[in-house]
């Protein structure tokens, strides 16, 4: 199997997605799985995670008595991913040229859901429109298809190139930074990781890591990030390393566009938090229906 490099460079951090963005996403996703799909299947109805990560998601799901497959481009995000769901099946294999049958996986779903912006690494409409084509592929008739994107006016003001996640540890560090071109409607979100010597350095160092449990609290969030995107100066002698994503910013009338292309109706956008206007500080929720009849009428 030829799998992208850009889904093949998040081995190099699923153990630090593992451990703190996987469960954090997962939870930050329930609420609107919840409302605009769960509500809508049958009890132990099958889903389908595209893009699963490390399959936090996944293992909350079947604890609700669905049946659900993840797939994913990462061996290292499944490799966590059946620790952490262990009784799921799971396939590595490209969003945008899945074949299910090759895998033994011979059932249609129900519902496939593709969550936390996954999609946005999809750098051109014809990539979006083969994964719908292949999402369309593996739904049962009117089966429903939901996912989230960050789109441009929500990118173009808040991806500015300054850190907003990060933990500092005393044996690890890690800050996270997008950065979009709202010319291009392209960008990349940057990982810098950082790990502490076997033996620590200095005789502050003590000090330094009851601030960084300090700084750990929440309500001193904005201080952790000013330290992380300073921390290079603060810890010499931590290794770091750093990865980029590519990523594309599409906006809400080409993605209902390359929808109906594939065959889906019954397209609905909305917020997070159900609102049917998406603005500038919400990325866009997408919820359709599966139609045997292509330009069927939103």
């Known amino acids: 199997m030829v799998l992208s490099q850009r889904y093949r460079e998040y081995d190099t951090w699923a153990w630090l997605y ?3 963005m996987g469960p954090a996403y997962c939870q930050n996703q329930l609420r609107p799985m919840e409302m605009l799909l769960l509500t809508q299947l049958e009890a132990k109805a099958q889903l389908l995670d595209l893009c699963c990560g490390t399959g936090h998601l996944v293992q909350r799901l079947r604890q609700k008595g669905y049946a659900v497959t993840g797939l994913d ?21 490209d969003a945008r040229s899945f074949d299910l049958a090759s895998f033994d996986v011979s059932y249609s779903f129900d519902a496939v859901y593709c969550m ?48 907003v996640e990060g933990e500092i540890n005393p044996t690890d560090a890690w800050l996270l930074t997008p950065v979009y ?3 291009h409607h392209t960008g990349y979100f ?29 309500l001193l969030t904005r201080l ?3 330290v992380l995107s300073q921390f290079q100066r603060w810890q010499p002698h931590w290794q770091s390393s750093e990865v ?20 889906f109706t019954d397209i609905a956008v909305c917020t997070i938090d159900g609102h049917a206007t998406v603005d500038d500080n919400h990325s866009a929720y997408f919820l359709c229906r599966k139609s045997s009849h292509f330009g069927g009428a939103t």
């Open 244 to 263: 980029r994503y590519p990523v594309r910013g599409h906006a809400e009338a080409e993605v209902r566009s390359t929808l109906q292309a594939a065959g």
């Open 73 to 93: 481009g990462s061996e290292s995000m499944l490799y966590y991913a059946r620790q952490n769901a262990p009784d799921a099946l799971f396939v590595l294999a």
């Open 181 to 183: 071109n709202a010319i």
């Open 224 to 226: 952790r990030l000013k």
């Open 116 to 163: 936390s912006a996954s999609l946005n690494h999809m750098m051109s409409l014809d990539e979006l429109a083969s994964v719908f084509g292949n999402v369309h592929g593996v739904l049962k008739e009117n089966g429903l298809f939901l996912f989230d994107l960050n789109h441009p006016t929500q990118m173009q003001k808040w991806w500015r190139g300054r850190v």
């Open 190 to 218: 940057q990982v810098v990781m950082f790990q502490a010597p076997a033996k620590a350095k200095g005789i502050l160092q003590p000090c330094k890591n009851l601030i960084y449990r300090l700084l750990s609290l929440r």
């Open 18 to 20: 593992n451990r703190t």
